[in-house]
T-cell receptor, first 113, second 111 residues
Framework: DGGITQSPKYLFRKEGQNVTLSCEQNLNHDAMYWYRQDPGQGLRLIYYSQIVNDFQKGDIAEGYSVSREKKESFPLTVTSAQKNPTAFYLC????????????FGPGTRLTVT | KQEVTQIPAALSVPEGENLVLNCSFTDSAIYNLQWFRQDPGKGLTSLLLIQSSQREQTSGRLNASLDKSSGRSTLYIAASQPGDSATYLCAVTRAGTALIFGKGTTLSVSS
């Protein structure tokens, strides 16, 4: 089965701790994305990567970091500098070009207390 | 800066009704527009993608239209069913392939 996997589905952390969210895709897509979703809000772009070893900040990158060492993996680290980390995090991938759909993973719900 | 607005924010209809969800965007220079469905606590499922050169796309009971010049798209759902209950999100792409989302319309179809 081709697709995007995110783990874990639910994640709980204490305030002040860094946490890493996993995103893996076997679609052979070049581009990968991280979005954040808050209740009643649309998705907001955190980081994106269009090629291995390269990534760009999105609209709300502060307090987050990413790496793209392999084409199939794009982990997101939520650092202690992120002021409101509790949210639903969605990873997506895209094969490139303007004619293709963007595919999403099932999401990780992070709760920080 | 591109902004995407979806109206209404919520909609309740009886089963069998035809309905229209609206999406508007402020910058007409888009590459494509994508409609998604999201069930509570789940990821996004792509429903339809309309390229900037197209006027509409159809999939089963769904029909999406695009009017770039006026910055509008509509998602038409025919003969609604309780299983259609979900949040519907509209998103556009411009620079690169990052999506810009509206806040969604939450649809409830009662049996």
């Amino acid at each position: 089965d081709g697709g995007i996997t995110q783990s874990p589905k639910y994640l709980f952390r204490k305030e002040g701790q860094n946490v890493t969210l996993s995103c893996e895709q076997n679609l052979n897509h070049d581009a990968m994305y991280w979005y954040r979703q808050d209740p009643g809000q649309g998705l907001r772009l955190i980081y994106y990567s269009q090629i291995v070893n390269d990534f760009q900040k999105g609209d709300i990158a502060e307090g987050y970091s990413v790496s793209r060492e392999k084409k199939e993996s794009f982990p997101l680290t939520v650092t202690s500098a992120q002021k409101n980390p509790t949210a639903f995090y969605l990873c997506a991938s895209h094969p490139g070009g303007s004619t293709y759909e963007q595919y999403f993973g099932p999401g990780t719900r992070l709760t920080v207390t | 800066k591109q902004e995407v607005t979806q109206i209404p924010a919520a909609l309740s209809v009886p089963e069998g009704e035809n309905l229209v969800l609206n999406c508007s965007f402020t910058d007409s220079a888009i590459y494509n527009l994508q409609w998604f469905r999201q069930d509570p606590g789940k990821g996004l499922t792509s429903l339809l993608l309309i390229q900037s050169s197209q006027r509409e796309q159809t999939s089963g009971r769904l029909n999406a239209s695009l009017d770039k010049s006026s910055g509008r798209s509509t998602l038409y759902i025919a003969a609604s069913q309780p299983g259609d209950s979900a949040t519907y999100l509209c998103a556009v792409t411009r620079a690169g392939t990052a999506l810009i989302f509206g806040k969604g319309t939450t649809l409830s179809v009662s049996s």
